[in-house]
């Protein structure tokens, strides 16, 4: 399939997800007939079925899904498009499979996207140039702010992100007049392969997903096969290394030497400034000089969100992006759902919920708090994502979340797994407690609003933090509606 011209109808399974839904919108307002199936209801859904998509969940009537399909969305025209959360036996996935239905994976649609030919205000066309985030943490947000940076500035962008956008509430952006495209390039099942990107971020190269690449050698080498997809510049965190890069490699960093860094950096009062640090360079549109942008002030005061930050202003100012442009986007921009969101702020009470589910992202969340609240207590409210992440970063997520003042575990989320036997939030709680933290212990969500009134009743300054990638966030509207009660 080298394009979508001919596409009327496209059927997605796992619609719900943040990466399908941007594509499902995308697709609805080019005038497709859309429509889809998932799990469960969420936020997400509701607001796609407002939209006009039609979704199927469990528990409701497949059959006549199925006749629904074949009546509407004949296999000649129609391009099914399917998420590896969807399991093979799901009855939907079956049917489609065996009536001759064209099926592909999200990554291989959003790579046709990406590198599509643009259409030109006066009906010429030219190269559309995708600008890619990819690493283990951090993606989400750092593609959410280089699209809100240039998406606000004079090149403009389109963008399909991780994420949802606090400044737009949603995760598309769409732009007529620019060629640029903002692509979030995930590495599960390898899908960022898929893309074709003119410059990339690349955030960081930690292991994961080891039940896909089987071990850190592989991780590392997805990257590099990806890094080799790309054809003009990787702007790559200092610390992080590739094997023979094809294109060029500018590092960026907030704490040592870089390309591009941030320096002079002040935080406290919950703000955070900083000047960033831009090198002569080839850029876009010819030669800049060597620059320091002076106070630039986040406009989500994480400390992670620095080197976000420096990596986003990074790729539009090679794109073409003016000083003012960085500083105003950074400065404006609301951040993404989940990610250190604040939900309450007064001086007694500060409610945070975040997606990290990496014991590295972790420690970056908690470090942050830390940081720009040093004198409250810290009490950090974990949900553990997948079996087989907790089974294999189990010593690595006691060390971090040790570090809590106190330490609340949900249990683990399965995700697409099956449970693995001696892998359970108990166990992991057991190991918290051996690295220090004596009061780790596991709740169930049903309990958890009263178990932190208990833990406010001391009235000490505090910071709750809930974390984690699984349906934690579903508690979050309650939680935040019971905790602004006390």
């Not at 059927?11 to 697709?27: D, E, H, T």
């Not at 640029?180 to 003119?198: G, M, W």
Request: hydrophobic share 40%.
């Amino acid at each position: 399939m080298s394009g979508t011209d001919n596409i009327k109808h496209l059927y997605f399974l796992g619609i719900g997800g943040i990466g399908m839904s941007a594509l499902a919108r995308y697709f609805a307002q080019k005038g497709c007939h859309v429509a889809g199936y998932d799990r469960t209801r969420s936020p997400l859904t509701a607001a796609l079925e407002k939209e006009g998509i039609h979704i199927v969940f469990d528990g409701e009537d497949k059959g006549a899904e199925i006749q629904r399909i074949g009546k509407n969305m004949p296999p000649i025209g129609t391009l099914v498009v399917r998420t590896p959360a969807v399991p093979e036996d799901e009855t939907l996935y079956i049917w489609l499979r065996e009536n001759g239905y064209n099926i592909v994976k999200r990554a291989e649609l959003l790579g046709i996207v990406s590198r599509m030919p643009h259409k030109n205000a006066d009906g010429t066309c030219s190269r559309t140039k995708a600008l890619c985030v990819a690493g283990t943490h951090g993606k989400t947000t750092t593609s959410t702010l280089l699209a809100h940076i240039l998406h606000n500035s004079s090149k403009g962008a389109n963008a399909f992100l991780g994420g949802i956008s606090n400044n737009t509430g949603s995760n598309l952006l769409i732009d007529l007049n620019s060629n640029l495209v903002v692509v979030e390039a995930d590495e599960f099942d390898r899908s960022f392969h898929r893309l074709t990107p003119y410059m990339s971020v690349i955030t960081s190269i930690d292991p994961d997903h080891l039940d896909i690449y089987g071990s850190a050698e592989a991780y590392q080498e997805g990257f590099d096969i990806y890094a080799g997809l790309v054809e003009d510049t990787v702007i790559l965190h200092k610390g992080c290394r590739l094997n023979n890069p094809r294109c060029r490699v500018l590092t960026y960093s907030a704490t040592e030497k870089a390309d591009f860094m941030a320096l002079n950096i002040r935080a406290g009062g919950g703000s955070i400034v900083f000047d960033l640090l831009a090198p002569d360079c080839t850029t876009t549109d010819g030669r800049r000089d060597a620059v320091t942008i002076k106070d630039i002030k986040l406009g989500v005061p994480a400390w992670i969100n620095i080197e976000n930050a420096v990596a986003a202003m990074a790729v539009a100012w090679l794109n073409g992006a003016t000083e003012d442009e960085l500083k105003n986007g950074v400065a404006s921009f609301k951040g993404v759902y989940r990610r250190f969101d604040v939900h309450i702020s007064t001086p007694a009470l500060t409610y945070i919920d975040d997606y990290a589910h990496h014991p590295t992202e972790l420690q970056a969340s908690l470090m942050s708090v830390r940081k720009i609240y040093p004198d409250r207590r810290l009490t950090a409210v974990f949900q553990p994502h997948l079996y087989s992440r907790t089974r294999d970063f189990m010593d690595d997520f006691a060390k971090v979340l040790a570090t809590a003042d106190d330490l609340l575990l949900l249990p683990v989320y399965p995700a697409r797994e099956l449970p693995i036997e001696g892998v359970t939030s108990d166990k992991l709680a057991e190991k918290c407690r051996q690295y220090g933290n004596k009061k780790a212990e596991v709740i169930q969500k049903a309990a958890l609003a009263k178990r932190l009134k208990e833990l406010l009743e001391d009235n000490t300054p505090r910071v709750i933090m809930t974390l984690g990638a699984g349906d934690i966030d579903r508690l979050v509207p309650d939680l935040t509606m019971q905790l602004k009660k006390l």
